[in-house]
């Protein structure tokens, strides 16, 4: 004679619940962890782009002025096509937009010998556009690394390790700027 259900079957059945909607809640959040690293990547991206549209016209703003520094604009023309042509990994991009923006900074730095440049309208306003959007990289950079770093405490922590092994949610690469530029800081708008 059986007076209901087995109250072990209960208890196995409830912890079969509980397991396997804390599997599927922990696979959810890492999804949307990495569409957030994602959708932040992208906004690091537009303003990479933003900066690469930018160069064309502050290169031949300094042309204009200063033609025999030819030297230094080639070099960032082809910084800047490199660093454009770059699709890899965060890592991989940061390593390619050092030589561009060491690039940026000379030819910022040429300004100062060319009075006339500096005064130029169209100058100041490029720089100002310049220093726009390396203030708004910056914030997206960072936006991007916090993002990163809260995902990959999620991928190293017990218990979500477990889960992140189990499903190859694997580590995110920072966007880091190398030490160098990071001290020396964004390209300023000489505007004094």
Do not use: C
Request: cysteine-free.
């Amino acid at each position: 004679m059986t007076n209901g259900p087995d109250p072990i079957l209960i208890a196995a059945i409830a912890a079969v619940v509980v397991v396997v909607a804390a599997i599927a809640l922990s696979y959810n959040r890492f999804i949307r962890q990495r569409q957030l690293i994602r959708n932040s990547w992208s906004t690091i991206d537009t303003e990479l782009r933003r900066r690469y549209d930018l160069i064309p016209n502050l290169v031949e703003t300094v042309k204009g002025y200063a033609a025999h520094e030819k030297d230094l604009l080639e070099r960032v023309t082809a910084a800047r096509s490199a660093a454009l042509a770059s699709t890899g990994r965060p890592g991989e991009q940061a390593a390619a937009e050092r030589p561009l923006v060491d690039g940026l900074r000379g030819l910022l730095a040429v300004a100062e010998s060319y009075p006339g440049l500096k005064a130029s309208a169209h100058f100041l306003e490029l720089q100002r556009e310049l220093a726009n959007t390396e203030d708004r990289l910056a914030a997206a950079r960072r936006f991007y690394n916090n993002n990163v770093r809260d995902y990959n405490r999620r991928v190293q922590s017990f218990p979500s390790m477990i889960m992140a092994r189990i499903f190859s949610f694997g580590e995110e690469d920072y966007f880091e700027v190398e030490e160098a530029l990071r001290s020396a800081g964004a390209p300023r708008a000489g505007l004094s």
